[in-house]
């Protein structure tokens, strides 16, 4: 089928498939810019053992392709890391807004007030530890705090052995299954059957464990890299469902944190997820808001603190807002500086190098006949360039995002339509909280060796290559 109707698809590079795959796994928005210089802003993609991906930067067309609806169930998705294949990110349709509608109240309102308060302590207690003269790795350190906020708030860990028990496996199997080299081979052998693979490997670690003697030594093919990914992941799975099972049998009624909440949680007829559905959700949360967000506070951190004035700006601010007392995590959506910033290094740096979506049925787009199967890749590292929706997009102007909010077909880091993140409001906030935090604290400056390009880390981009900053002086307590 793919064949018959190639003619009738956008234009894009003659490159063999595993060329274009590697291309895109070395450098994604060098590569979609390229083609996009090319081939302009319709084009079409090919990877080994996927349909036609068709990648548009359009705003009339990212909006035609965010309204579109599923008709038919939702192929897996090219993401190689394992995070549960019930989780919201593979489901569609009535089963995606079901979850979706459960899920909701517990990263909003309410909740996410109560949230924030413990995000900001968790914050304030790092950067206290942070001297003058010490150089601190930004990505690790933002991942450290960003880590402990998801596991007090989505798991309600603050017990430091129970911490440190679900700490050790989570770092191991993120450290292994989020790498370049396994985003490359899902690439290479399809995202579905790297996904099942590592899944694989994890079942059958979680029986041999359970069935495995104290004490008797392990066998030699175990040491390989995915057998000690598949080890920490069933780790992890183990220590969460003797978790829920807790919440379930009465032990939630103390707690307000998500998982508590979401094992009691009933859907409208009065039944509840599954063990199996409620971890991979569980895990998706997990991932998705330690991993995101460290990337994004990251990058945000390594543009402002090239900017003397912009960090001037965001502590004058904060002045004007706290006086000379602490940050009130209640407030600080009263830093429209400080969030303008963010999302002007989000415009710069989206989290994603592209936001999927199955053509659900054929499509026309600008003449282009796009048959159902095909994918659709909105490229928002290409819209968030495009000189005739911004002005001068390659510079870092914070002040764009102080006036009316940007259409969402021109401005898309967190997706959008019906499958715009869940998570989008927890995150924010966080941001905010934890960026405060640190121009409140210290006074810093980027190390001489920073060297920061992009790269892939699991289905995002992360910074790769040297992140540092020094810390010149602690800034005198507030309150």
Request: proline share 9%; with cysteine; glycine share 8%.
């Amino acid at each position: 089928m793919h064949r018959r109707l190639c003619s009738s698809l956008p234009p894009g590079p003659p490159a063999p498939a595993i060329v274009q795959a590697l291309r895109f796994a070395r450098d994604p928005f060098g590569f979609l810019t390229d083609c996009s210089a090319q081939y302009g802003d319709l084009f079409t993609l090919r990877l080994p053992g996927q349909p036609p991906i068709i990648v548009t930067s359009a705003p009339e067309l990212v909006r035609q392709c965010f309204a579109l609806r599923p008709t038919q169930p939702r192929r897996p998705l090219p993401l190689s890391a394992n995070v549960g294949e019930q989780s919201l990110i593979f489901l569609d349709g009535a089963p995606h807004l079901r979850d979706r509608q459960l899920m909701m109240p517990h990263l909003h309102g309410e909740r996410l007030r109560s949230h924030a308060a413990t995000m900001q302590a968790i914050t304030a207690a790092a950067v206290s530890t942070w001297r003058p003269g010490q150089v601190v790795p930004v990505h690790a350190a933002m991942q450290a705090i960003a880590l402990d906020i998801i596991l007090r708030c989505v798991f309600a860990v603050t017990d430091p052995g129970r911490g440190d028990a679900l700490r050790r496996p989570l770092l191991a199997w993120l450290d292994g299954t989020f790498t370049s080299s396994v985003f490359v081979a899902g690439i290479l052998f399809t995202a579905a059957r790297m996904r099942r693979f590592l899944d694989g490997a994890a079942e059958r670690s979680l029986r041999h464990n359970l069935g495995r003697r104290p004490g008797r030594r392990l066998l030699p093919w175990r040491l390989l890299p995915w057998h000690r990914w598949a080890d920490a992941k069933a780790s992890v799975l183990t220590l969460l469902r003797a978790d829920i099972a807790q919440c379930r049998d009465g032990g939630a009624h103390d707690r307000d944190d998500v998982l508590a909440m979401l094992a009691t949680a009933r859907y409208p007829d009065g039944t509840m997820m599954s063990e199996d559905q409620l971890i991979d959700e569980l895990v998706t949360l997990l991932v998705g808001g330690h991993e995101t967000t460290a990337n994004t506070v990251s990058f945000a951190l390594y543009r402002l603190l090239q900017r003397p004035d912009v960090v001037a700006k965001i502590r004058a601010e904060l002045a004007r807002v706290f006086g000379d007392g602490p940050i009130d995590p209640r407030r600080t959506g009263e830093l429209r500086y400080l969030d303008a910033c963010i999302k002007e290094s989000m415009r710069l740096t989206p989290i994603l190098p592209a936001i999927s979506r199955p053509v659900p049925a054929t499509l026309e787009l600008r003449g282009h006949v796009i048959p159902a199967g095909c994918d659709l890749w909105l490229a928002p590292s290409l819209t968030h360039m495009r000189p005739d929706l911004w002005d001068r997009p390659e510079r870092f102007m914070p002040e764009r995002f102080l006036g009316n909010p940007p259409p969402t077909a021109q401005y898309f880091p967190f997706g959008g339509g019906h499958r715009t993140c869940i998570g989008v409001a927890f995150a924010t906030v966080e941001m905010r909280i934890i960026i405060a935090e640190v121009l409140r604290r210290v006074d810093v400056h980027l190390s001489p060796g920073t060297s920061v390009r992009v790269g892939v880390r699991g289905s995002t981009v992360a910074p790769l290559g040297t992140l540092e900053l020094v810390v010149e002086r602690t800034r005198p307590p507030a309150g």
